[in-house]
Nanobody, 121 residues
Framework: QVQLVESGGGLVQPGGSLRLSCVFS????????TGWYRQAPGKQRELVAD???????????NYADSVTGRFTLSRDNSKNTLYLQMSNLKPEDTAVYYC???????????WGQGTQVTVSS
C-alpha cells in the first residue's frame, strides 16, 4: 500500500525558513518521480520542485522559477523521506503544500494529505 505522510508546515514571517518532510512507503524511487506541489486559495495546484524517476531521467531535480534559489529539494533514500527546505519565504508562498509521487509513464499518481504553509507578519 502506497502512503505519503507530510509534516513541517506552519506559520512563518516573511524572510523566514521552514522545512517540509514527506515519508514514502510502497513506491520505488527508481520508477517514481517525487516532489512537492502547492495550491493557494483560488489558484490551481502547481509544481514547486521534483526529482525525476531515476529510470526516466536519472533523478534530475527540477524547480519552479518562482522558488529557484530559495527552495532546496533533497531526499534521503535510506529513510524514504523527501525534504523541501524553504528559505527567504514570501507571502506569495502561502499555500497548502502536497507531497507527490508520479510513475515515470504517468500511469499512477499519489498525493499526500497536504500541509499548510502561511507566510505572514
Amino acid at each position: 500500500q502506497v502512503q505519503l505522510v507530510e509534516s513541517g508546515g506552519g506559520l512563518v514571517q516573511p524572510g523566514g525558513s521552514l522545512r517540509l518532510s514527506c515519508v514514502f512507503s510502497g513506491i520505488s524511487f527508481g520508477v517514481y518521480a517525487t516532489g512537492w506541489y502547492r495550491q493557494a486559495p483560488g489558484k490551481q495546484r502547481e509544481l514547486v520542485a521534483d526529482i525525476a524517476a531515476h529510470y526516466a531521467n536519472l533523478g534530475r531535480t527540477n524547480y519552479a522559477d518562482s522558488v529557484t534559489g530559495r527552495f532546496t529539494l533533497s531526499r534521503d533514500n535510506s529513510k524514504n523521506t523527501l525534504y523541501l527546505q524553504m528559505s527567504n519565504l514570501k507571502p506569495e508562498d502561502t499555500a497548502v503544500y502536497y507531497c507527490n509521487a508520479r510513475r515515470f509513464d504517468d500511469t499512477q499518481v499519489y498525493w499526500g494529505q497536504g500541509t499548510q504553509v502561511t507566510v505572514s507578519s
